[in-house]
């Protein structure tokens, strides 16, 4: 039995029940699902060109920022308005392209801070307008990001946002505990050490304040995560610390499980393959890409622009000729397949390293 099997829904976009039987599975199984940021149907074409060809799921979200680059950077978001209308013109898109890569797809936002949650507000109508139509949300889940609030207001806050999404079976991810670094306009380069490590008597706070509202979450718990791409030995990860999440909470829910929660692993760009399956073997059902992906899409478009360089710097005229026609080189067609080709490359070797190649 694969993933496949477990499944209402068998490609396209998934919901609901099936999105927590795929994260139950992964646990079981031991392998994570790569969320992949896109900004672009170049970028999510690409994310899913992988997973098909690599017979695996996978997760494609967008962020504030993304959301709003979908609508266009001509478009005011004066109130969160081209984030909250991009990340609906995304959704749609997906759901509409994604049947045809033939694989299950989780739809989800990334970081929405508390400034941000006006955001999340707006997503969050339209997925009940959608429910209203349709049974099952716009978006299968959503992340809130309180980490740089106190714990008691982070979970105050995600409670109502639980409470908002249970009735569309909607899954929501948390977090707690600061992702160092910098990203999408998110700046915590300089937070305290000590906000990079969360406690077990935090995360099992967040288990009981969320699991009497829905089954539907997941956490996103630091064990000194750092968003962004730095040298080897300047990040101090400590994924063996989630083992320890794990076996306080089954302690104090006295539940049969090994490993009851499900966690998620952000900033992992740069992290080695042995860190990556600590943090698996210890439930980590999903791990966060952006930074290493909007590098291997640049790689694409540079080497080409590199190797074509001649053939580029005017419309007409060449070293086959002065009147050569270069169209079928500046055609973007042309540049932005290349970009996608590299992505697609490096999200193939994140499906390997997380283990989800071949799971369907």
Not at 22 to 51: C, D, G, M, Q, W
Not at 153 to 162: G, L
Not at 176 to 184: H, L, Q, R, V
Request: charged share 25%; hydrophobic share 35%; aromatic share 10%.
């Amino acid at each position: 039995m694969g993933v496949i099997d477990i499944l209402s829904r068998k490609k396209g976009v998934i919901v609901g029940d099936d999105v927590l039987r795929l994260f139950k599975y992964a646990r079981e199984h031991e392998f994570a699902i790569p969320a992949v940021n896109v900004t672009s149907s170049s970028t999510t074409v690409a994310a899913l060109e992988a997973a098909r060809d690599s017979k695996s799921p996978i997760i494609i979200q967008v962020s504030q920022g993304g959301a709003a680059f979908f609508a266009g950077k001509g478009v005011s978001n004066e109130g969160q308005f081209a984030s909250i209308q991009g990340s609906i013109a995304a959704a749609h898109y997906i759901r509409a392209i994604a049947p045809t890569y033939g694989i299950p797809i989780v739809l989800h936002t990334d970081h929405c801070a508390k400034k941000l949650l006006p955001w999340l507000d707006g997503m969050m109508a339209a997925d009940e307008e959608y429910f209203k139509k349709h049974g099952e949300p716009l978006y299968s889940s959503h992340m809130i990001d309180l980490s740089e609030e106190s714990k008691e207001e982070n979970i105050a806050i995600t409670k109502k946002y639980v409470e908002r999404a249970a009735p569309m079976k909607q899954w929501i991810e948390m977090e707690i505990g600061i992702t160092g670094g910098e990203e999408d306009g998110v700046d915590n380069t300089e937070v305290d050490n000590a906000s990079l490590y969360t406690q077990p008597e935090d995360i099992y706070d967040v288990y009981a304040g969320l699991s009497s509202i829905s089954p539907y979450f997941s956490i996103a718990a630091a064990f000194g995560n750092v968003h962004g791409v730095y040298k080897p030995g300047n990040v101090k990860l400590h994924p063996e610390l989630l083992a320890k999440h794990q076996a306080y909470t089954k302690e104090k829910i006295n539940c049969k499980d090994t490993k009851p929660l499900f966690l998620v692993f952000h900033g992992g760009s740069g992290s080695s393959k042995e860190e990556f399956t600590t943090a698996i073997k210890s439930g980590v059902v999903k791990v966060n890409l952006d930074t290493d992906l909007q590098y291997a899409y640049l790689c694409g478009v540079r080497d080409y622009v590199l190797k074509k360089k001649d053939y580029l710097a005017t419309s007409v005229g060449n070293p086959e000729g002065d009147d050569k026609p270069n169209k079928k080189y500046f055609d973007p067609r042309v540049w932005v397949r290349d970009g996608e080709k590299t992505m697609v490359t490096r999200v193939k070797e994140a499906l390997v390293d997380f283990n989800t190649a071949n799971q369907l």
